[in-house]
């Protein structure tokens, strides 16, 4: 089954606390972004990545690193997470241009 | 900058009745995607219908049925016979050259279906 996979789905931390989340696809997918979203924001775009070893900035990448090391699978970083990165998470994952599959979601709460 | 303007922050609809959502953008491309996705309850996001801007044809999946009007930059979704599992955030999304390829998100619209 062609999905895009997101781990941890739920995260409680405390400020400062690295973390990574995990996100994978099946789909040999060159393509690969992430986005949080939050009430009244919509979907605003962290990182994307166009291929392995390639990455990219979106409109909110302070606070959060990436990495591309292989193409199924692109980790979203948070060095020293803080309260205002409390947020749902997506990874989603694309044929280029076409259409975007996301993964089920990442719910962080950062005390 | 390119923008998706959905003017309806909620809309509510009878059961079994006809709903249109509306979405509007700004491009000065002729080859583009646009896409209508849909985040229910659970927050999963999942793709109700996409649009290739060089089809004249108007897409449609089932139940769902757009009105793409490409010189007014209109991209409406219509849902019939709606039902109560229709209920959710719609987005409508746009996808091309002008914006690196980056999908530009509409703010949604919330989509109440009344028993």
């Known amino acids: 089954e062609a999905q895009v996979t997101q781990n941890p789905r739920y995260l409680i931390t405390v400020t400062g606390k690295k973390l990574t989340v995990t996100c994978s696809q099946n789909?040999?997918?060159?393509?690969m972004s992430w986005y949080r979203q939050d009430p009244g924001l919509g979907l605003r775009q962290i990182y994307y990545s166009m291929n392995v070893e390639v990455t990219d900035k979106g409109d909110v990448p302070e606070g959060y690193k990436v990495s591309r090391k292989e193409k199924r699978n692109f980790p979203l970083i948070l060095e020293s997470p803080s309260p205002n990165q409390t947020s749902l998470y997506f990874c989603?994952?694309?044929?280029?241009?076409?259409?975007?599959?996301f993964g089920p979601g990442t719910r962080l709460l950062v005390l | 900058a390119q923008t998706v303007t959905q003017s309806q922050p909620e809309m509510s609809v009878q059961e079994a009745e006809t709903v249109t959502l509306s979405c509007t953008y700004d491009?000065?491309?002729?080859?583009?995607?646009l896409f209508w996705y849909k985040q229910p309850p659970s927050r999963q996001m999942i793709l109700v219908i996409r649009q290739e801007a060089y089809k004249q044809q108007n897409a449609t999946e089932n139940r769902f049925s757009v009105n793409f009007q490409k010189a007014a930059k209109s991209f409406s979704l219509k849902i019939s016979d709606s039902q109560l599992g229709d209920a959710a955030m719609y987005f409508c999304a746009y996808i091309g050259m002008d914006s690196n390829y980056q999908l530009i998100w509409g703010a949604g619209t919330k989509l109440i279906i009344k028993p």
């Open positions: 989603a994952s694309r044929e280029d241009p076409g259409t975007q599959y």
């Open positions: 491009t000065s491309e002729s080859d583009y995607y």
């Open positions: 789909m040999n997918h060159e393509y």
